[in-house]
């Protein structure tokens, strides 16, 4: 007699996160699984960041809850980051620190949305964004793009998926899966766009250091100075400074919005963890050296996975030039045996599962982000691994 709420029946558990627990759990059990489902880098948190959160655990001041927006250094070093990188100014209250990029994904939407308000979604998108918008009452609205547009919305797309009750948009440039990175002309024409309708735009900006190929990530804010008022950035240090366990992020937002997500978080979970935030202040005050090393290390990955996939026949991978993510159309794939079982995925679900318990290779599939037939695949893992993982691909499909 005791049900649970529509609201939590109607969320789909986070793709992701289940492939990756799959993959781990394989492992545990003595197999010998290569995993590119995790979107977390693979190298250490930098050592001054993590001697910050060492020193700071010796100082019994930061035992203490902090403020709910976070440590006034970290607002101001975050403010600081944004002139430094996006090129506009910001308040430090107009910061408000959140338990990792997700609660700040969360939060947006629980401050904008009212039932029934309709969130455009340009997909292949993160797995978590409808999720958290049906939490908030929200309706996802899907807007597809593929390959062949480098996976970038149109504004004709948009505008047909535009309605009375549409609320706000979705901007995620780098792309997690697709590791696309949008044309300036794309981000400025969805701003302007946004700025007509008065619809509020979410930029979530977490792989913004990570372009390649002399490709370089546009702000909306800076491209669209008037779309700022209706603007939140998205960001956090786990991609950026290798920090996915810390878990700090942050939202920036027209200073009305910052103080409703400090209404909200102080019911939720009050101030981030205070040795994190320290840890992150050294991370977010500090310079971009380690940050240009990885992308260095993730640039060769880069290119030794797109060749591999592509040298899988049925496979198609175009180049990414941002994040850390190979989006593989693997459409040509379905309906054929394949691996010593002569096994026949019609989905690429199913592909997904039968290449991780056949051939030990996890890779999300592509219904978790709103495209079905593509396969996600992290390159945050060791050369080796990425060249066995894809030797294993290609000897089970072809
Ligand atoms: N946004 C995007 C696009 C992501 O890929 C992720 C993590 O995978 C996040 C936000 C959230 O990151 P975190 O909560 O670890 O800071």
């Known amino acids: 007699w005791q049900t649970l ?13 289940a492939v990756d627990s799959k993959a781990k759990a394989m492992k545990a059990a003595g197999l010998d699984v290569i995993g590119f489902g995790a979107g977390e880098p693979n190298f250490p948190t930098p050592a001054n960041v993590v001697k910050a959160a060492a020193d700071a655990c010796l100082d019994p001041k930061n035992y203490k809850y902090t403020p709910t927006p976070g440590l006034p250094e970290l607002r101001e070093a975050i403010a600081a980051k944004v002139l430094r990188d996006s090129g506009y100014e ?47 009452g929200g309706v996802p609205v899907e807007v597809f793009a593929g390959a062949d547009v480098n996976f970038e919305p149109s504004l004709e797309a948009l505008e047909a998926a535009r309605t009375e009750h549409t609320k706000a948009i979705i901007v995620n440039s780098p792309n997690n899966p697709t590791g696309a990175v949008w044309k300036p002309e794309t981000v400025e024409a ?62 920036v937002a027209p200073l009305e919005v910052a103080k409703a997500a400090t209404k909200l978080q102080g019911h939720m979970t009050s101030n ?43 496979v198609n991978c175009p180049t990414p030039t941002g994040a850390f993510y190979a989006f593989a159309d693997i459409t040509a794939l379905l309906g054929k045996p394949l691996g010593p079982k002569g096994t026949v995925s019609d989905t690429s679900a199913d ?48």
């Open 90 to 136: 910001v308040n430090a209250d107009q910061v408000v620190v959140t338990n990792g990029g997700k609660q700040a994904v969360y939060e947006s939407f629980q401050i904008l949305l009212n039932d029934g308000d309709e969130v455009i979604i340009p997909a292949p998108y993160w797995t978590s964004y409808p999720e958290a918008v049906k939490i908030a």
């Open 272 to 314: 981030v963890a205070n040795i994190s935030q320290r840890a992150a202040l050294a991370a977010v005050a500090g310079p971009l050296d380690e940050v240009h090393e990885m992308r260095k290390a993730f640039d060769a990955r880069r290119r030794a996975i797109v060749t591999a996939l592509n040298d899988i026949e049925g």
């Open 190 to 251: 969805i701003g302007r766009w946004a700025v007509e309708h008065h619809i509020w735009v979410i930029s979530d900006e977490i792989y913004e250091h990570l372009n390649y190929d002399d490709v370089h990530t546009t702000y909306i804010g800076a491209a669209v100075p008037e779309c700022r008022r209706q603007l939140l950035v998205l960001n956090g240090v786990a991609k950026t400074y290798a920090m996915p366990g810390w878990r700090v992020g942050w939202m």
């Open 5 to 17: 709420s529509d609201r939590i029946n109607t969320v789909a558990p986070s793709a992701t996160l």
């Open 351 to 398: 592909f997904a599962a039968a290449l991780l318990d056949e051939a030990h290779v996890a890779a999300v599939p592509g219904e978790a982000f709103g495209a079905p037939g593509y396969l996600r695949f992290s390159y945050a893992l060791a050369d080796e691994d990425l060249a066995e993982g894809m030797r294993r691909f290609k000897e089970w499909a072809n």
